[in-house]
């Protein structure tokens, strides 16, 4: 909690103000039943007309100036408390941004979006509450009872029982209703994790027939949550009646007593008057703490998980002093490269060295799970490595900054992956700046015009989230144009032809052989064909380099290379 209340810093002058006002506002309602019990026993009694009038009047003036208080601290504190949660939740989004990959498995996709949204709406509802009644509630409380005593100090020997007792309620009702409300925000990940499944697995759900089991899953996670939700408010349920039962009876009690004392001509009936409003204002006060003390710890629950997005710190560092390389040529050097995922039991990538020329296409073919996106990866920096280094001209990658690094990379994913957006803005993600003429360039050279000018509105036709719109094969070739748009040094192509056909390959290929024809180009590929004219190509398997050369000399002397032509060739012969 702590840690964030540093966000509030930005506020403090509107805070102040609120504080200032809530205090005006509790001290005219303290000074209110006062001005009635003057009206009652002075005024009314003596038969002083003139006397009720201008009491009336202050009455008036005060009602009116706590009003008018209690509107705009509202209004400020409510003005505080959501800038104060957008603030957080700008900074946690901008946070999560610098995150490795290896940070996002820690926390989770669905429990990070639950923290970003409802536990940072938890703390913003506690901040809002806090500012009303941090001032309030304390001064009702205490001035309530100084106001009490100096009405009629013997009826006060009430307070001593009714006080007690209410504050014995309160703390049995939080001690029991603590431990559940931080439940519930971890429910609310799970239901959170299972939704997010179901809607973005929709499809292999229904393939499979698992309809009826996830919908299950669904029920089963929200009937969990629920019942504790439902747990809570019952106990929470009983705290209200409960304090207005008490309330009641006091109110009887001192009714009753006071209807005593006043018959003994010991007290006034304004007094009486005054003496009720200002025990319901020191209850309602501990009513008001009550809820203080079931919502903040509440919050901090929510507090400590939005915390711990913001303690994570991205283990991919930058170096620490100023690097000014600038990546010229695009060199890029692997040196004995070792790498394993944390908690694997064998290095994903062993003893990898190659150099990748500008000008040349280095490619790279494998099996499924022989680590070529593995070692792709490891070039932008997605995760660093165990040993050996990995150079581009000459310079360390662990000595440049992510951004100079990245900024000379045009990286394809294995997976197309597009952004809800016009496909103009698709493939500017590759160049903000990127001209019109540009855009239409890349666009040209990835084979992607075509299917491009025969959507609606062309280059401002919509993408759906996930590019759901669009066939693989399209999604692919978006996703060069925007690596293409970035005209970089290095250009890094994780099986990005696999959904093309044939003949667009060969199409693509072919264009790009100009467009990159003094880049560093390095194509992960499973067909043959699309790598076959490579300058080099390198051959994986299980993590390591079994063969490397061009395509004549490896046929000849990389048993692992033959097999995987000729299983290809053969099966397009039959084909
Ligand atoms: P390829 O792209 O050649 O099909 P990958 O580089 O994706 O292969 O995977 C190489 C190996 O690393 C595989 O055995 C895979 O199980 C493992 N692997 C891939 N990604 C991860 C990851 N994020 N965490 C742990 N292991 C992984
Ligand atoms: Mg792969």
């Known amino acids: 909690m702590l840690k964030l209340i540093c966000f509030l810093k930005a506020y403090r002058k509107s805070i102040f103000f609120v504080l200032v006002l809530v205090f005006f506002q509790s001290f005219s309602q303290l000074y209110l039943p006062t001005l009635l019990s003057d009206i009652v026993d002075v005024g009314i009694v003596q038969g002083d007309t003139d006397y009720i009038l201008k009491i009336g009047v202050i009455m008036l003036l005060v009602a009116a100036g706590g009003t008018i208080c209690s509107v705009v601290a509202n209004y400020l504190s409510s003005q505080v ?49 806090i500012l009303r009644m941090m001032v309030s509630a304390p001064m009702m ?9 100096s009405q009629d100090a013997k009826l006060s020997l009430l ?52 309809t009826e089991y996830e919908k299950a899953r669904f029920v089963d996670a929200n009937a969990d949550l629920t019942n504790t939700a439902i747990k809570v ?24 007593f006071g209807g005593l004392r006043i018959e003994a001509g010991e007290m006034q009936v304004g007094s009486l008057m005054a003496y009720i409003q200002y025990v319901m204002q020191i209850l309602f006060s501990l009513l008001m703490v009550s809820m203080m003390f079931v919502m903040i710890p509440r919050a901090s629950a929510s507090a400590i998980r939005v915390n711990e997005i913001l303690e994570i710190t991205n283990s991919i560092k930058d170096p620490e002093k100023k690097d000014s390389a600038i990546i010229k040529s695009g060199l890029l050097e692997f040196r004995n490269v ?55 001209d000459g310079t360390n990658i662990l000595d440049l900054s992510q951004e100079n690094l990245r900024k000379e990379i045009g990286f394809v994913p294995q997976k197309a992956l597009l952004f809800t957006g016009t496909v103009n803005d698709n493939i500017k993600h590759g160049k903000k700046e990127a001209t019109k003429e540009e855009i239409q360039q890349a666009a040209i050279t990835a084979q992607a015009e075509e299917f491009i000018n025969s ?13 759901i719109n669009l066939s693989g094969g399209q999604k692919q070739r978006l996703s060069i144009a925007r690596a293409l748009v970035r005209k970089p040094r290095i250009y890094l192509f994780d099986d990005s032809f696999s959904a093309l056909d044939y003949k667009t ?6 264009a790009l052989k100009d467009e990159t024809a003094d880049a560093t180009v390095m194509i992960v590929a499973q067909r043959v064909n699309t790598i076959m004219n490579a300058d080099k190509i390198i051959v994986l398997d299980e993590g390591q380099i079994v063969g490397m050369g061009p395509h004549q000399e490896l046929i000849k002397n990389c048993e692992i290379y033959r097999e995987i032509v000729s299983s290809q060739l053969s099966e397009e012969v039959i084909a």
């Open 455 to 467: 959507m609606t509105d062309g280059y401002n036709s919509l993408i759906a989230q996930g590019g």
């Open 505 to 510: 390959d060969a199409k693509l290929r072919a």
């Open 141 to 149: 409380c205490i001035g309530g009872i100084i106001m009490a005593v």
């Open 233 to 256: 408010n019952r106990i929470m349920a009983v705290l209200m009646p409960t304090m207005m039962l008490i309330m009641n009876f006091t109110t009887i009690a001192i009714i009753w």
């Open 81 to 129: 408390a959501t800038g104060f949660a957008k603030d957080i939740r700008r900074k946690v989004f901008s946070h999560v941004e610098s995150y490795s990959l290896h940070n996002f498995n820690k926390i989770g996709t669905a429990s990070l979006i639950t923290r970003t949204t409802n536990d940072i709406t938890q703390v913003q509802q506690v901040t809002l509450m």
């Open 338 to 392: 070792t790498f394993s995922y944390p908690g694997a039991e064998q290095p994903a990538l062993k003893n990898i060295s190659f150099q990748a020329k500008p000008g040349e296409v280095t490619a790279i073919i494998g099996s499924t799970g022989s680590g070529k996106s593995t070692l792709i990866n490891l070039i932008p920096r997605f995760f660093d490595i165990d040993s050996g280094s990995i150079l581009v």
């Open 159 to 210: 307070l001593i029982v009714v006080i007690p007792l209410i504050t014995a309620i309160i703390l049995v009702v939080s001690r029991k209703s603590l431990p559940l409300f931080k439940l519930i925000q971890v429910k609310l990940d799970k239901l959170n994790l299972v939704l997010r499944e179901r809607l973005t697995g929709i499809r292999v759900i229904r393939a499979f027939n698992r």
